[in-house]
């Protein structure tokens, strides 16, 4: 097995690899060279940097790759439907960046509030200013999350742990356990004195002029997420005018992609904005809990059939939402068994969704079927009947 690490990976990451006995190459490829080169790998994984495109993708399947990992949460970088149409299961590791993410959400809330970054910024230039840049405290007051997942959770747990914050949100899929009060979208921006954005990013922004027309005059817009969540040029001018106290960015609709490029956002030129250059999951232990995550469901999936952190297929068959029924089959562990019990299944038209066998005692294994039809008993009989089949029961 071979994996191509396209855009890097961190050496704890590589080492589950080798320990797996999986060969990793780092050697970064362009494009032209990706397509050439894909087929000879099993794995590819890639960070922000590389776009896995329609081309890699289709390269790839005509060889041997089965698997694209994206070392991180987001991965529109990666052309999902294609690589669904191809076969190829695509994986993130969205855990390893979320206390980074959260506690990167809590810096920007303060500075904003606080100014530090204005305060740093004068006194850089050895001007000093206190008075006018007096700010507010976070303790009391209320924080609204769109997007409750992992990392809204987490911010909601330092929020209301560390600053005694009333803590609400909104989520299409509301986890009632979260500690998070859930009221409608409208409620967040109407009643939020802070409100933090958590959702992926679409094609249209889901903040937009309406939205921050109705926040307080004193709240505050915090986006960690995605850039494409906010329409800029709406809060830009709602930052202008004073419609809101000030908004604390960490992603962009445009980002650069080399290290010191210009940054072109009209953004930088208010006062009333901290930005900071998707930092997100960079921290020395982000990075490495992100590598070895990825290296664990990317060698679990290529070693073993794991489907965890899949995001074009179920990571499991219940969330496929699709009613299964499960057969028991006591065997002898020799070759030609699996294919005698299939040939029954499909005879008497029924679909095998999976097969989980283990060895069970000596020379012998129990092999439990996940099925899309439930067996009868003249079913029971046949496979009861199949060559080094012991026992079947439903």
């Known amino acids: 097995m071979k994996v191509l690490l396209n855009d890097g990976l961190e050496k704890e ?11 990793t190459d780092t050697q970064k490829r362009d494009p032209t060279k990706l397509i050439t080169d894909i087929n000879e790998f099993d794995a590819l994984i890639v960070r922000s940097a590389t ?3 329609k081309e890699i993708i289709e390269a790839g399947a005509k060889g041997k790759l089965k698997i694209i990992g ?13 690589a669904s149409e191809q076969g190829i299961v695509v994986k993130s590791a969205p855990y390893g960046s979320t206390n980074a993410v959260a506690e990167l959400t809590i810096g920007l809330m303060i500075a ?25 405290e976070l303790a009391y007051k209320t924080l609204g999350i769109l997007g409750c997942g992992r ?18 949100g909104y989520d299409i899929k509301p986890c009632l356990e979260s500690g998070i009060k859930f009221v409608s979208k409208e409620e967040v921006f109407k009643k939020a004195d802070y409100i933090s954005v958590h959702t992926p990013g679409g094609k249209e922004a889901s903040i937009t002029e ?5 926040m307080k005059k004193t709240a505050y817009l915090i986006n960690t997420s995605r850039g494409s969540n906010i329409d800029e040029q709406a809060l830009y001018t709602a930052l202008k005018e004073g419609k ?6 960490d992603v962009y609709v445009d980002e650069p992609k080399i290290e010191g490029a210009d940054f072109k956002s009209k953004l930088k030129d208010l006062d009333n904005v901290v930005l900071s250059s ?20 990317v060698s679990g999936y290529l070693l073993g059939g794991d489907f965890i952190n899949a995001v074009n297929a179920g990571e499991s068959i219940e969330l496929e939402e699709i009613p299964v029924h499960t057969l028991f089959i006591h065997h002898r562990d020799v070759p030609g068994v699996f294919a005698n019990i299939d040939k029954v299944l499909a005879d008497c038209d029924i679909n095998i969704r999976a097969n989980y066998s283990r060895q069970i005692g000596k020379g012998y294994a129990i092999s439990v079927y996940v099925l899309h039809k439930k067996v009868g008993s003249d079913i029971i009989k046949k496979l009861k009947a199949v060559p080094n089949v012991c026992n079947v029961q439903v």
């Open 151 to 168: 990392i809204g959770q987490k911010l909601a747990d330092i929020a209301h742990r560390g600053f005694d914050m009333e803590i609400i």
């Open 13 to 23: 990451g590589l080492k589950l690899f080798q320990d797996a006995g999986i060969e």
């Open 51 to 53: 776009k896995v495109t």
């Open 278 to 297: 998707h930092l997100g999951a960079s921290t020395v232990e982000a990075q490495r809990e992100t590598s070895t995550e990825i290296a664990k469901v």
């Open 70 to 82: 994206r070392a991180g949460v987001g991965y529109d970088n990666i052309n999902v439907a294609v």
């Open 210 to 214: 309406k939205e921050l027309a109705s």
């Open 244 to 249: 809101i106290a000030g908004a604390a960015l």
């Open 112 to 136: 904003i509030s606080r100014k530090t970054p204005q305060a740093h910024q004068s006194l850089k230039a050895g001007i000093w200013k206190k008075k006018s840049l007096e700010g507010t």
